[in-house]
Nanobody, 126 residues
Framework: QVHLVESGGGLVQAGDSLRLSCAAS????????MGWFRQAPGEDREFVAA???????EYADSVEDRFTISRDNAKNTVYLQLNTLKPEDTGRYHC????????????????????WGQGTQVTVSS
């Protein structure tokens, strides 16, 4: 069992930056691939970024040149650096963990993930 807790969200203006954190419980964090998804009001949850067990990242096209995902296995934490934020980045950001050994495009799918956090809200004003 893995328990995930996100933090770092907030209300910011367009062009600002935020760093989201996701702290994971358990002693096997390094064996999990981690993902970030977001959900805006009235919309489906969408993939944002993921990082494999070997720290290979995947990004949605809409964020690839602005967001950076990273992990610190010693701290059982995955980060999402959000730069040059836009109003369309507004949403609740959830992190997720999966024990599957592969990376790549399958990390973009919600059904790949076994564990989910409650999320942290990011609101970007124009």
């Amino acid at each position: 069992q893995v328990h995930l807790v996100e933090s770092g969200g907030g209300l910011v203006q367009a062009g600002d930056s935020l760093r989201l954190s996701c702290a994971a419980s358990g002693r096997t964090f390094s064996s999990y691939a981690m993902g970030w998804f977001r959900q805006a009001p009235g919309e489906d949850r969408e993939f944002v970024a993921a990082i494999s067990r070997f720290s290979v990242p995947e990004y949605a096209d809409s964020v690839e040149d602005r967001f950076t995902i990273s992990r610190d296995n010693a701290k059982n934490t995955v980060y999402l650096q959000l730069n040059t934020l836009k109003p369309e980045d507004t949403g609740r950001y959830h992190c997720a963990a999966t024990s599957v050994p592969y990376g790549g495009m399958r990390l973009r799918r919600e059904d790949t993930y076994d564990y989910w956090g409650q999320g942290t809200q990011v609101t970007v004003s124009s």
